[in-house]
């Protein structure tokens, strides 16, 4: 699958964001090794803290259907209406994804819109992470 039907996804993931708090909608969109594409928004809660992100959704969504190997993610944020700014993940985030992907192959794609995008291996996005490799 290419970046841009990738993106495409997120963005298809970030019209179902639940946010009534901050209005900042993400959409996340998790491609697996073997094709298949696990989607994710971020949905809020009145206590804030349990407030999960789009990339956390995505990513718990595939891991509890079975999946453990990951080629890339797309991720697309911003207020109501376009993106209009690259949305970059969270810390947490990145710490999920060293879980389960090679921080050197693994690819973080952020982006506007299909055709303006920036692509980094997890390694630039989190440098010197602590993994499973770690243990
Ligand atoms: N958020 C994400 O979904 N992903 C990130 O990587 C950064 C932040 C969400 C959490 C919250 O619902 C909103 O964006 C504002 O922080």
């Known amino acids: 699958m290419d970046n841009k039907e990738l993106i495409r996804q997120a963005l298809e993931a970030r019209e179902r964001a639940y946010v009534p708090y901050s209005k900042y909608k993400v959409g996340a969109a998790l491609l697996t090794k073997e094709g298949k594409v696990y989607q994710g928004c971020n949905i809020e809660n009145a206590a804030y803290t349990p407030t999960n992100c789009a990339e956390r ?11 453990r190997a990951f080629e890339a993610i797309a991720i697309v944020g911003g207020y ?8 970059y993940p969270c810390g947490v985030c990145r710490q999920v994804m060293m879980e389960f992907c090679n921080p050197k192959k693994f690819r973080v794609i952020t982006a506007i819109s299909e055709d303006n995008y920036l692509e980094k291996t997890l390694e630039e996005m989190l440098p010197h992470g602590f993994g499973p490799e770690n243990l």
């Open 57 to 67: 959704t995505a990513f718990f969504k595939a891991v509890s259907e079975g999946e």
């Open 80 to 87: 109501e209406g376009a993106p209009s700014d690259f949305a």
